[in-house]
């Protein structure tokens, strides 16, 4: 059977020499990093050497590079490991739910939180943060990429929000990382959680920035590994692994990858809001990554058309990997206003450095059809073409 990923905001391929390069240290190159003689010594450099190419990454210096588990790990310790009961954090409504997650924790132990809501672009108000401010507040935290529409923050204007301030800043830049370019230092920003599996890096390791000064507290307990930021044994393959991918970012940005991935992606919309009634692109009207489409699809819900695409091959989502099998309408899409209904019936599709354009060929040439014949087979969307509407209840 033909098959094409789309499904790169979940999670991505790993790259074959990041997989090359993390089998050796699994084998011959295996070593403990805080181990004394050559073999961990080896070990240790090559962590050092991925430091690096993190550190390339985010614009930064090696020593702010702090090695994690994966975004969820680094958005936790930024926000609990940065502030305590009676600290006020202003964050976003399209936050991934690490973000959310943490911030409802916080309030827990008797922090307080603002949640703004976004236009129906999907971009939050530089203005809206700077209102939401307070005496107490201690951390803004706010998206560079939002995962389920690709939209971009205006975070270089709220670094200087938070500046001026004098209030922590962190941001999210799990999927930014690899799609658009990383500076700490044009953003403004205290802190930057990623995560490797989002950019053909493996699963299960990430890195979290902190600026040299940054008064955050470790969240977990053990041994002094990452200067005392961070217990717990390396993972050394994965680190590696990550150090590799970080080098492919950067590369895939100046030497045509990401614009190609975009032009495809463009492409993509281009031909399938033509091919199809009833399609709209959310956010389509603010900057976005270059590699995201949320599609809405008027009068089907999102997962009868990825069952659909699934048989056929075709990997899609119905939104973020991480509420998958919840019966709930994206709290992204909500917080837009763009409704439950919208909501349900919106795929999301995510290109990768290992599709291709015969990927998007394959994908616009059983689109149309599958939605067409969806359609026909909906007794709810041929009522409402009956009676004239072109939206329906799906």
């Given amino acids: 059977m033909r098959t094409a990923y789309f499904d790169n905001n979940a999670t991505t391929q790993a790259l074959p020499r990041v997989v090359e390069a993390m089998m050796t240290r699994f084998t011959d190159g295996f070593g403990n990093p805080s181990s004394a003689y050559r073999r961990g010594r080896e070990a240790r450099a090559a962590v050092e050497t991925a430091r690096a190419s993190v550190a390339r990454l985010f614009g930064c210096a090696p020593s702010e590079v702090i090695f994690t588990s994966g975004g969820t790990e680094g958005d936790n310790n930024a926000i609990l490991g940065l502030c305590e009961d009676g600290d006020h954090v202003i964050t976003s409504a399209i936050e991934h739910d690490a973000i959310l997650n943490s911030c409802r924790a916080l309030e827990h132990r008797g922090g307080m939180v603002t949640l703004l809501r976004t236009d129906s672009s999907g971009r939050v108000d530089p203005e809206a943060v700077r209102k939401a401010l307070r005496p107490n507040t201690k951390l803004i935290s706010l998206m560079m990429a939002n995962n389920e529409t690709g939209v971009l923050q205006p975070v270089e204007e709220?670094?200087?929000?938070?500046?001026?301030a004098d209030v922590w800043f962190h941001?999210?830049?799990?999927?930014?990382a690899g799609k658009a370019p990383i500076s700490v230092e044009?953003?403004?920003?205290?802190?930057?959680?990623?995560?490797?599996?989002?950019?053909?890096?493996?699963?299960?390791?990430?890195?979290?920035?902190?600026?040299?000064?940054?008064?955050?507290?470790?969240?977990?307990?053990g041994g002094h590994q990452e200067r005392g930021r961070r217990a717990g044994t390396e993972n050394l393959p994965g680190i590696v692994g990550l150090g590799l991918a970080a080098d492919t970012a950067i590369a895939g940005l100046e030497d045509g990858t990401v614009?190609?991935?975009?032009?495809?992606r463009d492409r993509f919309e281009t031909?399938?809001?033509?091919?199809?009634?009833?399609?709209?692109?959310?956010g389509k009207t603010a900057p976005r990554v270059g590699n995201t489409t949320s599609l809405f699809l008027d009068g089907l819900l999102a997962e009868t058309v990825l069952v659909a695409l699934d048989n056929l091959g075709i990997s899609v989502s119905a939104g973020s990997a991480c509420s998958a099998g919840s019966r709930k309408p994206s709290h992204v899409l909500m917080a837009m206003g763009l409704g439950a209904q919208r909501a349900r019936s919106t795929l999301r599709v995510s290109l990768g450095k290992l599709n291709s354009e015969d990927d998007i060929d394959y994908l616009l040439?059983?689109?149309?059809?599958?939605?067409?014949?969806?359609?026909?087979?909906?007794?709810?969307?041929?009522?409402?073409?009956?009676?004239?509407?072109?939206?329906?209840?799906?």
């Fill in 186 to 221: 044009r953003i403004g920003c205290d802190l930057l959680s990623i995560s490797a599996h989002k950019f053909h890096g493996p699963q299960g390791v990430g890195a979290l920035y902190v600026r040299r000064g940054t008064p955050l507290k470790p969240i977990m307990h």
């Fill in 259 to 264: 614009e190609q991935i975009r032009l495809w």
């Fill in 271 to 282: 031909e399938i809001t033509k091919a199809i009634d009833g399609v709209e692109i959310n």
């Fill in 171 to 176: 941001t999210d830049a799990v999927q930014a």
């Fill in 158 to 164: 709220i670094g200087k929000i938070a500046a001026e």
């Fill in 365 to 394: 040439s059983v689109l149309p059809d599958t939605v067409r014949q969806l359609r026909k087979a909906s007794p709810v969307y041929q009522r409402g073409l009956e009676k004239g509407r072109q939206t329906t209840q799906p």
